[in-house]
T-cell receptor, first 115, second 109 residues
Framework: NAGVMQNPRHLVRRRGQEARLRCSPM?????VYWYRQLPEEGLKFMVY????????ESGMPKERFSAEFPKEGPSILRIQQVVRGDSAAYFC?????????????FGPGTRLLVL | GQNIDQPTEMTATEGAIVQINCTYQTSGFNGLFWYQQHAGEAPTFLSY????GLEEKGRFSSFLSRSKGYSYLLLKELQMKDSASYLCAVSTGANNLFFGTGTRLTVIP
């Protein structure tokens, strides 16, 4: 059973370019979460999605950031016009909601470096 | 506001026992998670507590006191491979997790 997959693992962009990060949840999981981890800081929740729905985007910056989880294909976190402050590790997690609280399983992350 | 406190760094000796503490103040509580994260890798699930008390799983145990807003992770028979960051996270509802900054544990011979 494959775990959460993320690609690319490393991404280098110049200021002003776009970054697209992809996440495929574990088989059977229909809930996806994106987190950002800055150096020496904790993981910060960004957005929670189910298929074709954004459930909670309270942690997303208001501008330049967007996320989707289409009916087919991976979840995408899109950062437009990247700035140096966007350099971080972006982790995706997935879960299946069978009960009140389900464990989130994390992917290996995408490390974004903005030059 | 939301706040999770855990020590930044700890050092312990191979074969010993170490306890990593976590205190939290959050607007909601739907359970507390511990994750292990090796440098450059994904966080790996260790434990989940939603009721008060101790949950034991092999060499790792986790304790929760909801009234005190307190948890600890206990690692026994430490091994060199246990050197990692240990992340305390609270589920505040709506299924997202609020994380502490993590405790970097170094196991020395």
């Amino acid at each position: 059973n494959a775990g959460v997959m993320q690609n690319p693992r490393h991404l280098v962009r110049r200021r002003g370019q776009e970054a697209r990060l992809r996440c495929s949840p574990m088989k059977g999981h229909s809930h996806v979460y994106w987190y950002r981890q800055l150096p020496e800081e904790g993981l910060k929740f960004m957005v929670y999605l189910q298929k074709e729905n954004i459930i909670d985007e309270s942690g997303m910056p208001k501008e330049r950031f967007s996320a989707e989880f289409p009916k087919e294909g991976p979840s995408i976190l899109r950062i437009q016009q990247v700035v140096r402050g966007d350099s971080a590790a972006y982790f995706c997690a997935s879960s299946t909601l069978r009960g009140l609280q389900e464990t989130q399983y994390f992917g290996p992350g995408t490390r974004l470096l903005v030059l | 506001g939301q706040n999770i406190d855990q020590p930044t760094e700890m050092t312990a000796t191979e074969g010993a026992i170490v306890q990593i503490n976590c205190t939290y103040q959050t607007s909601g509580f739907n359970g507390l998670f511990w994750y292990q994260q090796h440098a450059g890798e994904a966080p790996t699930f260790l434990s989940y507590n939603v009721l008060d008390g101790l949950e034991e799983k092999g060499r790792f145990s986790s304790f929760l006191s909801r009234s005190k807003g307190y948890s600890y992770l206990l690692l026994k028979e430490l091994q060199m491979k246990d050197s990692a960051s240990y992340l305390c996270a609270v589920s505040t509802g709506a299924n997202n997790l609020f994380f502490g900054t993590g405790t970097r544990l170094t196991v020395i011979p």
